[in-house]
């Protein structure tokens, strides 16, 4: 399923809850400059596959999250940022 995350906590790195499907929350970290094509991988997270209690894996997609407009002081940084890439 799709979890919104700030595009600055994909690029910086953060931990995030994460509701489970059949209720309660996961605490997963995501890493520096995570992707987001390709899913967070929950083992045995999932719903249950057998009687025996074994449960599949849950997948999670981070979708950057660009709702917030950019402040004067964000866009300047990020500008900035844009530039010493160019540079280097």
């Known amino acids: 399923f799709p979890m919104m995350v700030p595009y ?3 690029i910086l790195g953060t931990s995030v809850e994460v509701p489970m499907l059949e209720g309660g929350k996961v605490k997963i970290e995501i ?3 995570t992707s987001y ?3 967070l991988r929950l083992k045995g997270k ?3 596959v057998d009687e025996h209690g074994t449960r599949a894996d849950m ?3 981070v979708v950057p999250d660009f709702s917030k407009s950019l402040g004067k002081e964000e ?3 990020i500008e900035r940022i844009r530039e010493m890439n160019k540079e280097g």
Do not use: C, F, S, T
Request: glycine letters at 6%; hydrophobic letters at 35%; zero cysteines.
């Open 37 to 39: 094509k390709i899913p």
């Open 75 to 77: 866009r300047e940084l």
């Open 46 to 48: 999932g719903l249950p």
């Open 31 to 33: 890493k520096e400059a």
């Open 8 to 10: 600055y906590d994909l």
């Open 59 to 61: 997948h999670v997609h």
